[in-house]
């Protein structure tokens, strides 16, 4: 949970790169519930600013890569 508030923190601060790296990275090493829950969390993100931010693109195939 701690990760998922610093990532939003980060997101209303205009560092939307930073929150995404840092749920991708958990997501790599984590299983089960706790990378679902996280995965969902990027999603999230990813509608609050939209499919237009540069942000989300680069997020998007940072999140593919992470789950396959």
Same mark, same amino acid.
């Given at each position: ?8 923190? &980060? ?8 929150? /995404?790296?840092? %749920? ?6 984590? =299983?089960?519930?706790?990378? &679902? ?8 993100? /990813?509608?609050? %600013? ?6 989300? =693109? ?11």
């Amino acid at each position: 949970e701690a990760a998922k508030a610093a990532a939003d923190a &980060e997101i209303v601060s205009g560092n939307a790169g930073s929150a /995404f790296n840092r %749920l991708i990275s958990l997501i790599r090493t984590t =299983t089960g519930d706790e990378k &679902e829950s996280l995965r969902l969390r990027v999603l999230d993100l /990813f509608e609050v %600013l939209g499919a237009d931010d540069p942000a989300v =693109t680069k997020a998007r195939t940072a999140l593919m890569r992470a789950l396959f």
